[in-house]
């Protein structure tokens, strides 16, 4: 009897406590682990009210902000992985249906820009299967050696308007299906090299930097997050080596660098498949330090007014944030200047790939110049004739290198600008590490292989 009595006062205090919870709790308006902007209280309006709409935006912000909603999201994500076809298996699959996200800003300035596209330049309405070995993702993307000679055609096309004042190089990464450790996997590695073989035999004046030869050689090392579509620090450090080599430096080894280490790394892949696996292996985040004093500023979408302090590596950022370690995440522009007192200066086109190779260039010039083509509206080539840039480097990701649409992007920085002037060498007073000649390209002398125009104009996300 006296148990029936005490039911009721404590199921209303239950059912009170999740609304003082919410009331007095921290209120957080992203989720890190789902990548999006959570729902705000509507405003009322009766047309709202009327039709429905006013109800379920409130069921969305109650949904969205429920008390320990992480830990109860990733209760549900175990019980659906228990149930699943895939219970405690080595290998799996799963279909991820497309799910656009909406860009986030948090804030007008500083490293919450970077903030502006949790995804960055990956696919957010990719759809279709992703293979999870040992809880790390793959996507089933491998490239497409057709789209190849566009990409390059566009490079040949900055070669031709710089003129030989500024050298200009290739250097593209493979996607992470080459790299699947199972045997039966390998055609993905075969489609990935043909892609970048044929930007390759496609070059004409640009330098080809082989990162996938370079990251064959490292493949016993983790070169891909398991959660995230970026490569890791050791994975674009075989696309800085492989840069040296087509630019004539030296690497500097990663045992002269400070290594830096953070834990429980949850990235793009894990936020779209919501895997258990892959929540249980998450990735550790490595990175390394040149010894070089650096410092960093980032610019809008035009226009070199109102810099924004900012830095190389941003050490702040934990968790599904990590990868915003390296020059603290996407802006449209980014200077930085280090202490290599050479003359030197650089310029990067890039998407987020970039932003992991870029950290180790600041070994080798007294001036970076890192442009985004998914967000910068700046003159290219005026700067790079102002500023006297020795070389123009492209470095991104695959996915970035198969579509027409980021194509088009990078070419239409390079559009206007006074162009290319006489201007005087300075190579006589660098170091004999900068001066030296590209060094040669295996198999580079091969005729550019030539395709049907149909083909070249196929888009691909690769």
């Not at 497309?98 to 957010?124: C, H, Q, V, W």
């Not at 390998?186 to 489609?191: P, W």
């Amino acid at each position: 009897m006296k148990a029936s009595k005490l039911y009721t006062p404590l199921v209303f205090l239950a059912l009170l406590a999740v609304p003082i919870a919410m009331l007095i709790g921290e209120k957080q308006t992203i989720s890190m682990d789902e990548k999006r902007k959570l729902a705000e209280w509507p405003s009322f309006s009766w047309e709202d009210w009327t039709s429905g709409a006013y109800g379920a935006a409130v069921d969305d912000y109650f949904d969205d902000h429920l008390p320990s909603r992480e830990a109860v999201l990733h209760w549900a994500d175990g019980v659906k992985f228990a149930w699943g076809v895939h219970p405690a298996v080595r290998e799996h699959k799963v279909v991820v249906k497309p799910a656009k996200r909406e860009p986030i800003e948090t804030s007008k300035g500083g490293s919450d820009t970077a903030r502006m596209n949790y995804l960055n330049d990956f696919d957010e309405s990719y759809s279709g299967e992703m293979l999870i070995i040992d809880g790390a993702v793959y996507t089933q993307n491998s490239g497409n050696p057709a789209m190849s000679p566009s990409f390059a055609k566009m490079l040949n096309e900055y070669a031709e308007k710089l003129n030989g004042h500024t050298r200009v190089f290739s250097c593209v990464a493979p996607l992470s299906s080459a790299f699947i450790p199972v045997q039966k996997y390998r055609r993905y590695y075969h489609r990935n090299k043909a892609t970048l073989d044929a930007i390759r035999d496609n070059l004409n004046g640009p330098l080809f930097c082989d990162v996938m030869g370079e990251m064959t050689l490292k493949q016993d090392q983790k070169l891909f997050f398991g959660s995230d579509h970026h490569w890791t620090a050791r994975g674009a450090y075989c696309g800085y080596v492989s840069f040296c080599k087509a630019a004539g430096l030296t690497p500097v080894p990663l045992d002269q660098m400070t290594r830096k280490v953070k834990t429980g790394f949850l990235g793009s892949l894990y936020a779209i498949t919501r895997d258990a696996s892959v929540r249980e292996h998450a990735d550790t985040f490595e990175y390394f330090k040149p010894k070089v004093e650096s410092t960093a500023v980032r610019f809008g979408e035009t226009g070199l007014a109102n810099p924004i302090k900012s830095s190389v590596f941003c050490d702040g950022f934990q968790g599904s944030s990590c990868y915003m370690t390296f020059i603290c995440g996407d802006a449209p522009l980014i200077k930085i200047s280090t202490g290599v007192k050479n003359g030197k200066k650089a310029a990067v086109v890039k998407n987020s790939m970039g932003n992991a190779f870029s950290v180790y260039l600041i070994s080798h010039y007294e001036e970076i110049w890192v442009f985004d083509f998914r967000y910068s509206k700046h003159v290219m080539l005026d700067i790079i004739a102002e500023e006297e840039i020795d070389d123009l480097i492209f470095a991104l990701g695959m996915y970035g290198a198969m579509s027409n649409g980021t194509i088009h992007m990078m070419r239409k920085l390079g559009e206007g600008g006074v162009g290319m002037r006489p201007r005087p060498t300075h190579a006589d007073s660098l170091p004999s590490d900068t001066r030296q000649q590209p060094l040669p390209q295996s198999d580079s002398s091969r005729p550019a292989a030539i395709l049907p125009v149909e083909l070249l104009e196929n888009d691909s996300n690769g």
